[in-house]
């Protein structure tokens, strides 16, 4: 069975810090895919990233960066310089090959304080 | 290009009355879900369709609810009778077609049963 765990419940950071946001996942098959998405205060659910299992470079878009490492099966998220518009629920989600389902991890909540 | 378009954005209703909530996928979208959203259970996955199919539906609570999806451009969950602990916010969400593609959700309806 698939599982995703983010152990921080809840983050605070003061304005311009950089934060990481950790993903570890368990999954039996070789084949995977491992996704991000935000959720705002407004509450919708914005996709940010998709990673497969065989593209283990990191990611970076702008102020966001992945670190994808099978190694210790985590899927780590760092926002670089954040500010507060950052603030959010980030989840992180696992999807095995030639099934469609999600399997979301608890999320963590994320406050950027000016 | 719109997004997913769901209605109504909440609902106030009375225990043992039906509800219906509605979506309209992003055109050309191929699978459909439904999540249900709660402080206590997080994201989880009703029911997700592909070309209209349904095709996994373990996750649908009890026969109280049930899911149509007679277009492609379409789909209701319904709930009848509704009862207080299905209170919560109800996400679709849609993605261009088989295999692990990234989902885009809607803004979600906000139920809640009184």
């Known amino acids: 069975a698939q599982k995703v765990t983010q152990a921080q419940t809840e983050i605070s950071v003061v304005e311009k810090e950089d934060v990481t946001l950790d993903c570890v996942y368990e999954?039996?098959?070789?084949?995977?895919?491992l996704f991000w998405y935000k959720q705002p205060p407004s509450g919708e659910l914005v996709f940010l990233i998709r990673?497969?299992?065989?593209?283990?470079q990191n990611e970076i878009s702008g102020r966001y960066s992945w670190n994808f490492q099978k190694s210790t099966s985590s899927f780590n998220f760092t926002i670089t310089a954040s500010q507060v518009v950052d603030s959010a629920v980030y989840f992180c989600a696992l999807s095995e090959f030639g099934n469609e389902k999600l399997t979301f991890g608890t999320g963590t909540r994320l406050t950027i304080i000016p | 290009d719109a997004g997913v378009i769901q209605s109504p954005r909440h609902e106030v209703t009375e225990m043992g009355q039906e509800v219906t909530l509605r979506c309209k996928p992003i055109?050309?979208?191929?699978?459909l879900f439904w999540y249900r959203q709660t402080m206590m259970r997080g994201l989880e996955l009703l029911i997700y369709f592909n070309n209209n199919v349904p095709i996994d539906d373990s996750g649908m609570p009890e026969d109280r609810f049930s899911a149509k999806m007679p277009n492609a451009s379409f789909s209701t969950l319904k709930i009848q009778p509704s009862e207080p602990r299905d209170s919560a916010v109800y996400f679709c969400a849609s993605s261009p077609g088989t295999g692990s593609y990234e989902q885009y959700f809607g803004p979600g309806t906000r139920l809640t049963v009184t």
């Open positions: 055109s050309g979208h191929n699978s």
């Open positions: 990673r497969n299992s065989f593209d283990e």
């Open positions: 999954t039996r098959d070789t084949t995977y895919y």
